[in-house]
């Protein structure tokens, strides 16, 4: 790998760093994905949507009541990567799970430590914040 670029060197280091301790203990213990109700109540939390700038615009997700939300698309995840936290714990939200995982990976690979995959889209993402259960959030 001589030829490629020190930083695009080391960065292949990280990302295969990363990708061999995702072995069956890693994934048998499911460290790496949450489900929305599960995030929402952790404590020290942001919401990473990483929709196309068209979803974003589409369907809006505040979550005011819940966390912090920012929208970065998954292609502009690396130029705008400063604007996540590395203190908090990030959970990656899209509309089928495949660029949250991405984002996960990547994310991990930039020493992200607390990441996580949220899992199952819309559907569950919205009964999360149904009335009755925002009622009682906003009641505690």
Request: net charge positive.
């Amino acid at each position: 790998m001589a030829f490629l670029p020190k930083a695009k060197f080391r960065y292949m280091n990280e990302l295969e760093q990363v990708i061999s301790d995702m072995d069956f203990r890693y994934f048998g213990n499911g460290e790496h994905k949450v489900e929305i109700e599960q995030f929402f109540a952790a404590e020290n939390i942001v919401f990473l949507d990483v929709r196309a700038k068209e979803e974003q615009e589409t369907v809006k997700l505040s979550l005011s009541h819940h966390c912090p939300v920012i929208e970065i698309p998954t292609n502009e995840i690396p130029k705008r990567i400063n604007e996540i936290p590395k203190d908090k714990t990030i959970g990656v939200f899209c509309s089928a799970g495949v660029r949250a995982t991405i984002i996960f990976v990547y994310l991990k690979s930039k020493g992200y430590k607390d990441v996580k995959i949220i899992l199952g889209g819309y559907p569950p993402l919205m009964a999360a914040v149904m009335p009755g259960k925002l009622y009682k959030k906003l009641n505690k």
